[in-house]
């Protein structure tokens, strides 16, 4: 790895040495497994295939300046698998389990874990699939946890500058009181075409709105969506949307900087208002949005002219990613250090 030039990874898929594997039979889960290879074998009538019985999980592990490995969050996204898990009739994979398998991937391969300073981080994917083979329409009866990694750079090429996204009503992100809160395959394969759309027309992303009434604002493409206005963080709050962890921390972060947390149902009017928003994840950490465009409106909603982040957006960039780093002391005890 030392030929390696770390930063200018794409956020995309490279091949490392180990992977963690743990299967669901007889009512229980076994031992941990782990494996070379970068292929699964399943049946082909596995619910996961047919009745798209899966779910999974991303997050990321950092190097820090005094060369420790630091993992963000892990028991929020063994949590998160859970609820997923429960929302699908999946078997619920335990969190003492969750975090050994995760702390078991990135020793494993530690060497993949890209410097600090360079911008990028090993990406962690946790996946959770149906196995048993059934050509009903019923939860499987076996199970297959993975857990893989992988260095990404930036989830954007543009980094911590700022996009600009569109609203399409003609597309839905989630159905409601449907499988929009929990994190599972279909909620993303649901906004492809949206999402391909609004690439081919310069945007990076489709701000979808309510699936109900198409009054209020919902997910930001792959993210959670939330603005600054005033001296309050403004973020969406409805049945369709997935409960991002970064904007968790990001809420809690903005309470202690004096900031008024405001989650509630964000009428698309109130774009106008705004004085800075973003979208937030664990991929993009925050990407702040230039403008937002209503194509069906014919409107345009304008957060910067100069293309530089707004101060608040900044601000909680640099305090999340200090913390995620080791650079900002860790008071809430958010990371694993390894």
């Known amino acids: 790895m030392e030929n ?3 930063s200018d990874l794409s956020f995309g898929y490279m091949k490392t040495d180990y992977n963690v594997r743990c299967y669901y039979r007889d009512g ?8 070379s290879s970068e292929i699964i074998n399943i049946h ?3 619910t996961c295939l047919h009745y798209g019985q899966e779910a999974f999980e991303g997050l990321k592990a950092f190097k820090g300046k005094d060369g420790k490995t630091r993992i963000f969050r892990l028991d ?3 949590k998160r698998l859970q609820a997923s898990s429960r929302g699908i009739k999946m078997a619920e994979f335990p969190l003492e389990k969750f975090e050994e398998a995760i702390l078991k991937v990135v020793r494993l391969n530690e060497r993949f874990v890209p410097p600090y300073g360079s911008g990028a981080s090993l990406y962690i994917r946790p996946l959770l699939i149906g196995l048993g083979a059934q050509v009903g329409v019923k939860p499987a009866s076996e199970y297959m946890f993975l857990v893989f990694v992988t260095p990404v750079g930036p989830y954007f090429k543009s980094g911590f500058l700022p996009t600009k996204v569109c609203m399409l009503r003609g597309y839905d992100r989630a159905a409601p009181l449907g499988t929009g809160t929990i994190k599972v395959g279909g909620n993303y394969a649901a906004s492809l075409a949206a999402g391909t ?12 709105l309510d699936p109900k009434e198409k009054k209020y604002l919902d997910e930001c493409g792959p993210a959670n969506f939330f603005a600054i206005r005033g001296n309050s963080y403004i973020t969406p709050k409805s049945d369709s949307i997935l409960p991002s ?6 809420m809690q972060l903005a309470e202690d900087m004096g900031l008024t947390v405001e989650r509630r149902p964000v009428p698309v009017e109130e774009l106008a208002t705004f004085e800075e928003a973003a979208e937030c994840g664990t991929a993009a950490v925050i990407t702040p949005l230039s403008q937002v465009d209503d194509l069906d409106e014919g409107k345009s909603y304008i957060f910067t002219t100069d293309n530089k982040p707004g101060p608040i957006c900044t601000q909680l960039y640099k305090k999340l990613t200090g913390i995620q780093c080791g650079d900002e002391e860790d008071i809430y005890n958010w990371v694993t250090v390894l």
Not at 28 to 35: C, I, M, P
Not at 197 to 208: C, D, H, N, T
């Open 4 to 6: 390696m030039n770390w």
């Open 28 to 35: 229980q889960w076994g031992e941990l497994e782990v494996s």
């Open 44 to 46: 082909m009538a596995a």
């Open 76 to 78: 929020e996204n063994g």
């Open 197 to 208: 759309l609004a690439q081919s027309k310069g945007y990076a992303a489709v701000l979808f």
């Open 245 to 250: 962890i970064t904007n968790k921390s990001l």
